[in-house]
């Protein structure tokens, strides 16, 4: 079985601070991992996904994760963060080559403020 | 390109009622699942259908049903409410099987409240 979890339930930090929001995950088969973000009455958008090679992923608003597979950990970074960031961020991961289900981790609200 | 489309978008059921909620995957995805998300829970998985096939279901109750049409829209349905079931669901489509790293893309889910 699989499992996800989030280290930080909730993360507050300045504008223009940077930010690291912590993600661990077992599972005894190979998985893809996924960070997903939702703004509030809104469903989820992906960030980023790793599915092989290069352990540092880049994806949409200036986010990056790293992964790690002898720490079982995918961490999200952004440099400096911005007022709209703020949202509940979701840690997942799938079975590779398996079928479209995502074990989600609890979440981690960030605040971001002035 | 439109995105993934759930109906209706909120409403409010009675306990021991039956609710249909419905979702319009990106045109051309085969894959569709749903998810429930609670303040308590989380988002827990329910299940997926790939072709008009359930391949993968959750740890629900039989209450929680679902089905995936020809044009893979998809519904999912829930009988005998109980206020536990108070929740957003969320619909979730994808064009391959699983197999690859495709995305998944969600809608903007339904919020049911049970009275």
């Known amino acids: 079985a699989q499992s996800v979890t989030q280290l930080d339930s909730q993360v507050p930090v300045f504008e223009e601070a940077p930010v690291e929001l912590r993600c661990n995950y077992s599972?005894?088969?190979?998985?893809?991992l996924f960070w997903y973000v939702q703004y509030p009455n809104q469903g989820l958008q992906l960030l980023l996904k790793?599915?092989?090679?290069?352990?540092l992923v880049k994806g949409i608003n200036g986010f990056e994760a790293e992964f790690n597979k002898s720490q079982t950990s995918f961490h999200l970074r952004k440099p400096s963060v911005h007022i709209s960031d703020t949202a509940e961020y979701f840690c997942a991961v799938r079975i590779s080559g398996g079928y479209n289900k995502l074990i989600f981790g609890a979440g981690t609200r960030l605040a971001v403020h002035p | 390109k439109a995105g993934v489309t759930q109906t209706p978008r909120y409403l409010i059921k009675t306990r021991g009622q039956q609710v249909t909620l419905s979702c319009s995957p990106i045109?051309?995805?085969?894959?569709v699942s749903w998810y429930q998300q609670t303040p308590g829970q989380g988002l827990q998985f329910l299940f997926e259908y790939f072709s008009e096939t359930q391949r993968n279901k959750g740890n629900f109750p039989g209450r929680f049903s679902g089905r995936q049409f020809s044009n893979s829209r998809s519904e999912m349905n829930v009988s005998t409410l109980e206020l536990g079931d108070s929740a957003l669901y969320l619909c979730?489509?994808?064009f391959g099987d699983g197999s690859s790293g495709n995305t998944i893309y969600f809608g903007e889910g339904s919020w049911l409240t049970v009275v």
């Open positions: 599972s005894s088969v190979s998985v893809y």
């Open positions: 790793y599915l092989s090679g290069s352990t």
């Open positions: 979730a489509s994808s």
């Open positions: 045109s051309g995805h085969r894959s």
